[in-house]
């Protein structure tokens, strides 16, 4: 029997997901351990993260064309407008932390936090686009988990109002739209056998690492200084 696209997904999103340990500082801020100055930290990466993010999803779009993968094509390209609104809503966040626009020019990325993108760059030039599609998928699984996660903390602990948590909100809702687009593009590959789940999965263990460390450094970032 054909392996379908909902199968391939669904054990990649199980094969992938992050152990609890994996991010300690997500725990903290649901309890309303964390410091500020942690989300603060996640605000000042973000300015960085997205827009780099967004050039890797707009290039991955670009080598999917001659491919004759519209459905790939049009899974990056709604990532790349989900990028867009994720970056509006920043603003918002960076001002609930005390964050001016001074502060935003001065802030010198940590590498530990710009090394998650870095690798996204690295998937866009290097990788089959549709490989890519199904790694960034189960990723996304994860992070919109933390995401939900922290924007409950932001406004139960923190004192946050609903502007202030609409990155974390964007992303911590289901989004039916992707999820339609990803299993089209992965559905793709399978017909057109350009999928390779083995690299796919290498692909999104990495990304988990990464993210993981963006996490762990954002947790350091924060620790007050001996």
């Known amino acids: 029997m054909a392996r379908t696209a909902r199968e391939a997904v669904d054990e990649a999103v199980r094969a992938l997901a992050p152990r609890a340990e994996d991010n300690r500082l997500v725990a903290r801020i649901a309890a309303g351990r964390a410091p500020l100055a942690a989300v603060a930290a996640l605000a000042l990466e973000q300015h960085h993260v997205v827009p780099a993010d967004r050039r890797s999803f707009a290039h991955l779009a670009l080598r999917a064309t001659p491919l004759g993968e519209p459905a790939v094509v ?67 699984a994860a992070w919109g988990g933390y995401c939900a996660t922290v924007s409950l903390a932001l406004r139960e602990h923190y004192g946050f109002e609903d502007e202030a948590c609409g990155f974390f909100d964007l992303f911590g809702t289901p989004d039916p739209e992707a999820a339609e687009r990803a299993l089209a593009a992965v559905g793709t590959g399978l017909v057109d056998d350009h999928l390779s789940e083995g690299r796919a999965h290498r692909y999104g263990r990495l990304l988990q690492e990464y993210e993981a460390l963006f996490w762990h450094t954002l947790e350091e970032a924060a620790r007050p200084a001996r």
């Open 74 to 140: 049009a899974f990056f390209d709604h990532l790349v407008r989900g990028e867009d609104a994720a970056y509006a809503r920043l603003a918002p966040l960076a001002r609930a932390c005390g964050l001016d626009e001074t502060a935003l020019r001065a802030h010198e990325p940590r590498a530990g936090c710009q090394a998650y993108p870095a690798y996204v760059a690295w998937l866009a030039l290097n990788a089959e686009p549709v490989d890519a599609a199904l790694a960034l998928t189960a990723n996304f």
